[in-house]
């Protein structure tokens, strides 16, 4: 049997949101995620592309690797202290509570249509054969898998 701990990790939201920031990368892109997104960028462009994008290899020229990592980690660190980041945790821990309930309402039958092999699998690689979709579900909810 599998059992799912589902955990909303605030750091992860914050550097899932901004770095998976294109339409396509979100169940449904709200005006919520989009004025965090907007507030981080405001906050410090250069640290919100770093986080983003990474390093660009021309910049390396005048900094290092240390400077990098600590702009990042002071950007992070400050953002989730943002209003909009708020509202985005309480709707993440929202939608968590939503995905919990379903997943635990048909947790007979999900046992029944895929295994933790399955899970683990497409955690490792992502770009494996498509999962069902009740397990496509449970993972964007920051899922981890255990069996019990």
Same mark, same amino acid.
Do not use: C
């Given at each position: 049997? !599998?059992?799912?701990?589902?955990?909303?990790?605030?750091?992860?939201?914050?550097?899932?949101?901004?770095? =998976?920031?294109?339409?396509?990368?979100?169940?449904? $892109?709200?005006?919520?995620?989009?004025?965090? &997104? %907007?507030?981080?960028? =405001?906050?410090?462009?250069?640290?919100? %592309?770093?986080?983003?994008?990474?390093?660009?290899?021309?910049?390396?020229?005048?900094?290092?690797?240390?400077?990098?990592? &600590?702009?990042? $980690?002071?950007? &992070?660190? $400050? !953002?989730?202290?943002? $209003?909009? #980041?708020?509202?985005?945790?309480?709707?993440?821990?929202?939608?968590?509570? &939503?995905?919990?309930?379903?997943? %635990?309402?048909?947790?007979?039958?999900? =046992?029944?249509?895929?295994?933790?092999?399955?899970?683990?699998?497409?955690?490792? %690689?992502?770009?494996?054969?498509?999962?069902?979709? !009740?397990?496509?579900?449970?993972?964007?909810?920051?899922?981890? #898998?255990?069996?019990?």
């Amino acid at each position: 049997m !599998i059992n799912l701990n589902f955990i909303a990790d605030r750091n992860l939201l914050a550097v899932h949101t901004i770095r =998976n920031s294109s339409k396509d990368r979100f169940l449904h $892109k709200n005006d919520t995620v989009v004025d965090f &997104q %907007n507030e981080a960028w =405001n906050f410090d462009k250069e640290a919100y %592309n770093l986080l983003r994008y990474g390093p660009s290899e021309m910049s390396f020229v005048n900094n290092s690797l240390e400077g990098y990592v &600590q702009k990042v $980690k002071n950007f &992070q660190e $400050k !953002i989730v202290l943002f $209003k909009e #980041f708020e509202k985005l945790t309480a709707e993440t821990l929202q939608a968590k509570k &939503q995905v919990m309930t379903e997943w %635990n309402n048909n947790l007979e039958k999900s =046992n029944a249509k895929i295994s933790l092999h399955d899970l683990n699998s497409r955690v490792l %690689n992502p770009s494996g054969p498509p999962l069902p979709a !009740i397990a496509r579900r449970a993972t964007a909810g920051f899922a981890r #898998f255990n069996s019990r």
